[in-house]
């Protein structure tokens, strides 16, 4: 069966197209033989699994009963839903919103987040701060020829998405910085900017011993979280730059390891594990370790005990 594996390739349709071709014994050897899944079989294979589940309907090879995965869809649109947690606009609300607008997918029936599976547990808190009873789902993405695990949760409640849309977050709108959240408190955009930095934002570490706060997003949503970031930290106001040309894509950078880590004491202070993603989080305390032991060019501490010391090295959307 390894031969199999050589014949996986990029071929011409018959439209003029790309696609993937798997050899038909390959396929009928994983699914039927070994009983994999399609999702299985694509993370084995490194493609989508569309892919796989299109080759076997042209293949006509006979899929499994599909009861259980309709069962479980079925099961997700009826989840249990506490919508307590909107009454109110508090700190975990803005952190949950800043990670919609940041990483999620609003329309008119359904709110959708899909995370590389090293972020499951932001997930699961939001899961456990709407009290939701439905079920995450595992798939497989491929980008640049590489595979990725995504885990995705996906919330079907229309009571959900009118409490959303009061808030000023709609599907036309939702890369932009809400009014209601804007007019609130320190604390309240504290949390939002917190949540979109969680999603859309990168902690730098360069081997230059040069360290760097980023976020990216639209010019309307960063210039917003600029000018909050003056307003409650007096910081200077830097020039935004475009990450891709045409396109409404931008980053807002701060250097600097005092400033930086000025931006993220701020940004963590009063926040429980319940509202937050640990990785981050454990970067966040990564840098304020490294910071009291005192400055060491091209070396941080690697965490844990002892003082024990790794190189730096860049560290993109970390």
């Known amino acids: 069966m390894k031969d199999f594996y050589k014949e996986i390739k990029l071929v011409k349709s018959t439209h003029g197209c790309k696609k993937w071709h798997i050899p038909k014994e390959l396929l009928v050897a994983l699914y039927i033989n070994e009983n994999k899944s399609q999702y299985e079989i694509a993370k084995e294979l490194c493609v989508a699994q569309y892919v796989v589940s299109a080759r076997m309907r042209e293949y006509k ?3 499994r009963p599909k009861y259980n995965k309709m069962v479980e869809i079925l099961k997700n649109k009826q989840a249990k839903l506490d919508l307590k947690l909107f009454d109110n606009l508090d700190d975990k609300v803005a952190w949950f919103l800043g990670w919609l607008v940041s990483d999620g997918h609003i329309s008119t029936n359904c709110v959708v ?6 972020d499951f547990e932001v997930l699961q808190k939001f899961r456990n701060l709407l009290n939701y009873t439905g079920k995450l789902y595992e798939s497989v993405s491929i980008l640049n020829g590489k595979s990725y695990d995504i ?36 604390n309240i955009n504290k949390h939002f900017i917190r949540g979109i930095f969680e999603g859309d934002g990168s902690l730098i570490f360069q081997t ?3 360290i760097m706060f980023e976020i990216v997003g639209t010019k309307e949503l960063m210039s917003s979280i600029q000018e909050k970031l003056i307003s409650y930290l007096e910081l200077n106001k830097t020039k935004l730059t475009q990450n891709k040309k045409l396109k409404n894509h931008f980053l807002l950078r701060y250097g600097g390891k005092f400033q930086t880590l000025r931006i993220l004491e701020w940004l963590y202070n009063g926040s429980e594990d319940s509202y937050r993603l640990d990785r981050k989080f454990q970067r966040y305390l ?22 024990r010391l790794r190189p730096l090295t860049q560290v993109t959307n970390s």
Not at 113 to 118: H, M, P, V
Not at 151 to 180: A, E, H, M
Not at 292 to 300: D, Q, S
């Open 113 to 118: 987040f899909r995370l590389s599976k090293k």
């Open 286 to 307: 990564q840098l304020k370790e490294y910071m009291e032991v005192g400055y060491l060019k091209g070396v941080i501490l690697a965490g844990g005990s002892g003082t």
């Open 208 to 210: 230059n011993g040069q």
């Open 61 to 63: 090879i006979k899929t």
């Open 151 to 186: 885990v995705s949760l996906k919330i079907n409640n229309l009571d959900l998405i009118r409490k959303i849309r009061d808030i000023g977050i709609t599907p036309k709108n939702k890369k932009i910085y809400p009014n209601l959240i804007w007019g609130s408190n320190e």
